[in-house]
């Protein structure tokens, strides 16, 4: 991922390697341990700063999160507002404090992009 991420942010077209799976199993830890495969999306950027990611395949119970660019750095927080239930990922994202918040487009509640608290 951080290959991946690196050429897309430096803009390089290097073709991707494919890396062999050691297939470990962890008890109670799914994918071993190597988080949530996440394929066809877009990273946010400067001039698009919040992405609204799907994690689960189309037709599923999707789960969903905001991930957003800020300060050079890539945070992912809840795709809803607890408050009212509106998508975060069509908030604004706001570098003028620190750190950074997601402004909820409907109730203006702000949430912190390191902690996704209020």
């Not at 430096?10 to 799976?21: D, P, T």
């Not at 395949?57 to 239930?85: E, K, L």
């Not at 003028?96 to 702000?110: G, K, L, R, S, Y």
Request: charged share 20%.
């Amino acid at each position: 991922v951080r290959r991946s991420l690196s050429s897309q942010l430096n803009g390089s077209r290097r073709r991707s390697r494919k890396v062999e799976s050691t297939n470990v199993e962890t008890p109670g830890v799914p994918n071993g341990g190597k988080g949530h495969e996440v394929t066809g999306v877009t990273l946010p950027t400067e001039e698009k700063p919040l992405k609204g990611w799907a994690l689960s395949p189309p037709g599923s119970s999707a789960d969903t999160m905001t991930v957003c660019y800020a300060n050079r750095n890539y945070y992912g927080i809840a795709a809803t507002c607890p408050r009212c239930a509106f998508d975060l990922y069509r908030g604004t994202l706001n570098n003028q404090c620190d750190p950074a918040v997601v402004e909820c487009p409907t109730c203006a509640t702000p949430y912190n992009v390191l902690t996704g608290e209020p």
